[in-house]
């Protein structure tokens, strides 16, 4: 079932040095482009292959043959049949709404003259800012150049804003007359259940919802595939050592089986097992909702990236209780270090304590007790399902190098080198990718 | 079988009269503000020896180890052989001192540490004492204090293995340790059945940080993970988010409060539940995360709710989670996040349902706060063999769950100025108790019939009954030490202790474990032992034996008389009338006291005509056409009419058959019940009279042994080792109960591997009620095991023919 994942694919037309001249170039090119309907075209096929794929190497390629031949010929079709701009994919999660958008670069001068006034305003608009009204903010970081999807090539933009700000987001969707372009929205994330009665009132939309977990499966496929350089996957090498600690790219070769922890308002941690065998193992509420909740009334603070800041200058060692603190040093009949936290938050059971720490202190303890416990989460959840590869996404993990080190560090320690965090570049979006993937290719 | 020989010793001696003095003098020279209740709490100091002691964050666990003397009822046969003379009692009965051990472990607040080791001090008198074993957080703190105070060095043991210590010794000695927590039933607190094997289990010890612990033998066990996030976290986290200082005020807070304002569950991110995946719109999706959003203000109360559940379900699930990892079942809490609060023990089992979707259930444990110094303890009395024993809980000296205790209510009990404790003794037994080899299921068999804490009307009923009956007891035992001037007090001073029992059970039902007419009935002993009345009964018991002996030989004569089947008949018949003479029922002591006439024939006459209530007598029959039983193991019951004229006619046809008896009677006094010490002086004077009998003791094929039990009641699964030795050498077929303590109380479910016969007369009108019959309804229970194949399987038990 590997090949169900294009970047898989790739590989192993690579290594297939008897295949047949006329089909490679196009392949080739098509691939190096990253053509997402190539992509999914081996993905509708791959439904069927995925039942006989047992086989040896030779069959399998032969049926990729046939199918890349397929494919080229339904890319003329799909041309025809590709859903009008603009292409938009949008997950509602608790906290924030995470919306991407494709800005198609390859328009052609009759394209241009046929173009509604309405698109091309919101085009110019999504693609001339980063930030949007007073909270709605491009990351110009993670665009992705010179996608080729569905045939168009152009750029794809990753844009979020506060959930709670969502009424102004379809105000503007109303001033635009964004429903006069009789576009469907893809929308994923509890969002899309709960504010779909809003869309259609307030901004006259009609949405398309899709279901989280299959929106993000999809979507981090998708993105490791599609995305070269830098690499989209990465992990921290040395992460015992904080001197020698440096993150390093990391290819993604088969991925299966991976534990995938979406780190968002709360944690959802999936086992999957191909494309589309994944399940939802468990979950917790102790998420960067929580990480963000608790700094807000520990510290006053009211964002996460002054949370964060904050707790970059904190030290958690005055806030927590350290094996070292109740036994003087490591507690050596369990194999417990010194350094280990007993208790996380437990010296603010003594009032002089309470006292004696920063606004930083707290933060970085609520970051530390928050990023630990799902780190120790996931690794009996990895033990259990017996998988060693354990990729961590969720906006939870936005320039937050803190808790990404700390889970990299716990689960390398903690499994004594077993397992290991991986981590993506894009890891708040994946959802709404997925979205925007089924906008293009409808399952 | 031999009695063990118990030293015996003067009651008072001079020097303990001595310390009586110093005790009320030292007394004045504590705090004022406190007084310690001299004759309730450190109790037998001057015995004392083997201190342990386990300093929590706010609880110091003191525990030590004392011999008590009690006065036990003995009786000794008179020399027959000379001459036998009218009138004579059969045997003397005479009150002696008796020295048992017992534990030791009171629980009160750091705040009074010094005060009580200044107590302690003031009382010891045992000097070969030198050190002090210590465990807990707080042992290093008070570490010189308690040097300076008791003269004791302080050795300091790990406080994990204490832990597990006395985990180990809590699941092993105490038949309903452990409970699982509903919070909406009717009773909150589901007593479980302890297995035979307590391993292996998962310790989840939530202190501040949580540890947990796989436990898979006495001496093996591994700390194989833990989490930060615990006792500690909440209460730090929660006093910095609502300035609260106290864990019990924080709690409190919590249990007043909503966590929805606080928490953003999934019906706020999706409007309603997230259906695909099964979530309910209920459920937590991000703790605290409505606190990131929202500008307004939460309440205490509100946060102290949002950061329990956290804090409950994040450890509820790593439980899950290692549970499932090491594939056991039973996960036992504890810890003072647990101890005796129902609002985590609520949480954490709801968080334990949710995660394994009912198949783990969360069990805690009524003594879980003592588990540290329990450990420590056994640590420093290992020479002592403590493990080698078997132990029991002392209902008159133990608090019972839930009592005032010191984890709880704290702002009331500061304000009333008295000294809060908690206390739990423990009675070595005489006897190793070990399992009945002949239950079917040991890991599943329950001794009582009907559980009082489920049964509101039950409860009632039987508290009612038993403070109706309260009078007569109190009457009863001081007639039974008529030479001693004191016992129209201490008598009064058990009705006290025995009124204020009942009341608490009426309160907390829970206290002692599952509320039964044993726990009744066994409390009661336990009070009346503490109050020095070790046989109230020892006097009616004597008369009536000596009654019955006189009747013996006619009885036996006219049996004889009879043809084969009608003495079967005969026979079942006298010994159920014999069983209607039972003291220990109101009904039949009414009767009994208010006509001295009442006879054997009389008692006959009151029994039910067949078919009795529970009637499988011609299966019974049918079997005795059959090969003879290899060995009947026999439970008797009263003294007097019920064993000389009821059991020994039965068993001697038994014998007569060519089967052995092994007869199993009470270690010590309850009751009317013959007492083993009785049986024994019985049993030769019956041999005298009787050939049959005389023959089979000195063949050995009547063979008396002690159950190991001095209740009323009985419970297979807590008897004498020689016992069940006996049962095992002389392959036990058959099984006979009799009685309604002992055959209806408990045991009336009982599933044997052989077969039984449970008969018993209802003499309780209530009772009777409840079963469908009424006054004197017979119950003759006679069960085949599935597996026997017999020719009397075609018969349904319990449907006369």
């Known amino acids: 079932m590997e090949q169900l994942n294009g970047h898989q694919g790739e590989n192993e037309s690579l290594d297939t040095e008897d295949e047949d001249e006329a089909v490679q170039p196009p392949l080739k090119q098509s691939r190096s482009k ?39 010929q339904r890319l003329d079709s799909l041309r025809k049949n590709r859903p009008p701009f603009p292409w938009f994919g949008m997950d509602i999660g608790g906290t924030l709404v995470k919306l991407v958008y494709f800005e198609p670069k390859d328009i052609t001068a009759e394209e241009e003259q046929e173009e509604v006034e309405n698109l091309k305003s919101i085009r110019r608009y999504l693609t001339s800012n980063t930030a949007y009204g007073k909270t709605g903010i491009r990351d110009v970081h993670l665009e992705l150049k010179d996608l080729t999807l569905c045939g168009r090539t152009g750029n794809l933009h990753f844009i979020r804003f506060p959930t709670q700000d969502l009424p102004a987001f379809l105000q503007m969707a109303r001033n635009k007359h964004f429903s006069s372009l009789h576009t469907t929205l893809c929308a994923t994330g509890g969002g899309a259940y ?4 809003d869309f259609r009132q307030m901004a006259d939309l009609q949405l398309l919802k899709l279901d989280e977990l299959d929106c993000l499966i999809s979507g981090v496929l998708y993105i490791d595939s599609a995305v070269s350089s830098p690499s989209e996957c990465y992990y921290y090498e040395n992460p015992t050592d904080p001197e020698h600690c440096v993150q390093k790219p990391f290819t993604l070769e088969n991925p299966y089986p991976l534990l995938l922890v979406n780190i968002g308002s709360g944690v959802s941690i999936l086992a999957v097992y191909s494309k589309n065998n994944y399940k939802r193992v468990t979950g917790t509420s102790l998420g960067g909702g929580t990480f963000l909740g608790l700094c807000c009334l520990l510290t006053g603070c009211s964002s996460f990236e002054e949370a964060l800041q904050m707790a970059s200058q904190g030290e958690s060692t005055r806030v ?8 003087g040093g490591d507690y050596e009949r369990f194999g417990l270090p010194g350094w280990a936290v007993a208790s996380s938050f437990g010296n603010m059971m003594c009032k002089e304590k309470r006292e004696s720490i920063s606004k930083e202190d707290l933060a970085r303890a609520t970051l530390v007790s928050i990023t630990n416990n799902i780190g120790s989460i996931t690794r009996m959840v990895a033990l ?7 990729v961590f996404v969720g906006n939870f993990l936005r320039v937050n190098t803190l808790s990404m080190k700390l889970l990299s560090y716990a689960m390398d320690y903690w499994s004594h080198g077993q397992l290991k965090a991986l981590f993506l570049r894009h890891e708040g979006y ?14 | 079988m031999t009695r063990l020989s118990r030293g015996t010793r003067p009651m008072f001696t001079s020097k303990m009269a001595a310390e009586c003095q110093r005790v009320d003098r030292s007394s004045h020279s504590m705090d004022k503000s406190i007084t310690l209740p001299a004759d309730e709490i450190f109790r037998n100091l001057e015995n004392a020896k083997r201190f342990a002691i386990d300093i929590g964050g706010s609880l110091t666990k003191l525990a030590y180890y004392s011999t008590v003397q009690h006065k036990v009822a003995k009786v000794r046969s008179f020399d027959h052989t000379a001459k036998e003379t009218e009138g004579e009692p059969l045997y003397e009965i005479s009150m002696q001192e008796e020295v048992t051990a017992r534990l030791h472990f009171i629980k009160f607040e750091n705040a009074y540490i010094e005060t009580c080791l200044d107590f302690i001090k003031d009382h010891l008198v045992n000097t070969e004492t030198k050190v002090i074993k210590a465990t807990g957080g707080g042992a290093h703190k008070f570490k010189d204090l308690i040097e300076k105070k008791l003269k004791l060095r302080v050795d300091k043991e790990d406080e994990m293995t204490c832990l597990i210590k006395g985990c180990n010794f809590v699941l092993r000695n105490i038949p309903h340790e452990a409970f699982v927590y509903v919070k909406h039933a009717d009773s909150e607190f589901r007593f479980q059945n302890t297995h035979p094997d307590i391993f292996p289990y998962l310790l989840i010890n939530i202190g501040s940080g949580v540890s947990i612990v796989k436990v898979e033998s006495e001496d093996k066990f591994e700390r194989v993970g833990g989490s930060s996030i615990g006792g500690g976290t909440f209460w730090g986290l929660g006093a910095l988010l609502t300035k609260t200082k106290r864990f019990d005020e924080l709690l409190q807070l919590a249990s007043k409060g909503q966590h929805t304002s606080v928490d953003m569950l999934v019906k706020d991110i999706y409007g309603g539940s997230y259906g695909s995946l099964g979530l309910t719109g209920d459920l937590i999706a991000s703790s605290f995360g409505k606190s990131a959003t929202a500008d307004n203000e939460f309440s205490k109360e509100d946060m102290a709710k949002s950061l329990l559940h956290m804090i409950s379900n994040d450890i509820g699930q790593l439980a899950c989670l290692y549970a499932r990892l090491h594939n056991l079942t039973r996960v036992y809490f504890g810890g003072f996040f647990i101890r005796g609060h129902p609002v985590t023990m609520h949480t954490i089992t709801y968080s334990i349902n949710f995660f394994t979707k009912g198949e783990v259930q969360a069990l805690f444990l009524r003594h879980e706060g003592y588990l540290g110094t329990i450990g420590a303890f056994l640590k420093g009395a290992e020479e002592d063999n403590p493990n080698q024993y078997s132990w029991g809980e002392n209902y008159a000296g133990s608090s019972g769950l839930m009592s005032v205790s010191p984890d709880l209510n704290p702002m009331q009990r500061t304000r009333s100025g008295t000294f809060p404790f908690d206390m739990l003794e423990m009675d070595r037994l005489e006897r190793q108790l070990v399992n009945l080899p002949l239950l079917q299921d040991p890991s599943s068999y329950i001794p009582d019939t009907v559980d009082l804490s489920e049964d509101a009307l039950a409860r009632e009923y039987w508290l009612y009954c038993f403070e109706e009956a309260l009078d007569g007891v109190v009457k009863r035992a001081v007639a039974s030490q008529p030479d001693l001037p004191e016992a129209a007090e201490r008598a009064e001073k058990f009705r006290h202790k025995y009124r204020h029992k009942l009341q608490t059970l009426r309160q907390q039902p829970f206290a002692y474990g599952s509320l039964t007419v044993r726990s009744l009935l066994d409390t009661r002993e336990h009070c009346l032992n503490e109050f020095n009345f070790p046989d109230p009964y020892s006097k009616i018991k004597q ?17 004889e008389e009879l043809s084969w089947e009608q003495r079967q008949f005969a026979l079942v018949r006298g010994l159920l009338a014999g069983n209607v003479f039972d003291w220990g029922a109101k009904a039949v002591s009414d009767v009994l006291e208010s006509d001295p006439e009442f006879g054997f024939e009389q008692a006959k006459r009151q029994l039910e005509e067949r078919p009795w209530l529970v009637d499988a007598y011609d299966q019974w029959l049918e079997r005795l056409k059959g090969p003879p039983h290899k060995c009947a193991l026999f439970f008797v019951d009263n003294s007097g009419i019920d064993i000389i004229l009821g059991v020994f006619p039965f068993i001697r046809e038994l014998l007569c058959r060519g089967t052995e008896v092994v007869l199993a009677s009470n270690s010590s006094p309850a009751l009317n019940d013959v007492t083993n010490s009785e049986l024994q002086i019985l049993t030769q004077r019956i041999a005298a009279m009787d050939l049959v009998i005389q023959s089979a003791v000195k063949e050995d094929r009547l063979t008396l042994v002690q159950s190991g039990s001095s209740s009323p009641c009985l419970d297979l699964s807590r008897l004498d080792k020689e016992l069940a030795g006996v049962v095992r050498e002389r392959h036990t077929d058959l099984v006979v109960i009799e009685g309604m303590g002992r055959a209806i109380h408990t045991n009336y479910y009982a599933m044997l591997s052989c077969e039984s016969l449970k008969m018993a007369v209802i003499k309780n009108s209530w009772l009777a009620d409840r079963l469908g019959g009424k006054l004197f309804s017979v119950v003759f229970k006679y069960e085949v095991p599935p597996s026997h194949k017999t020719t009397t399987q075609d018969h349904v038990p319990g449907t006369p023919s």
């Open chain 1, 34 to 72: 990253n053509d997402i309907c190539n992509n999914f075209r081996v993905d509708s096929c791959g439904k069927t292959e995925a039942t006989s794929t047992t086989t040896g190497g030779g069959s399998v390629i032969d049926e990729r043959r046939t199918s890349n031949s397929t494919c080229r």
């Open chain 1, 320 to 327: 927590d209780k350290l094996v070292r603190d109740i036994y």
């Open chain 1, 384 to 390: 259990n399902e017996n998988i060693e590869r354990v």
């Open chain 2, 543 to 559: 008369r009536e034996n000596d009654i019955a002996l006189k009747y013996f030989q006619k009885a036996i004569k006219s049996l």
């Open chain 1, 194 to 197: 709960k504010f779909e009665s």
């Open chain 1, 430 to 443: 994946f959802g709404a990718v997925g979205a925007l993937l089924e906008l293009l290719n409808p399952s």
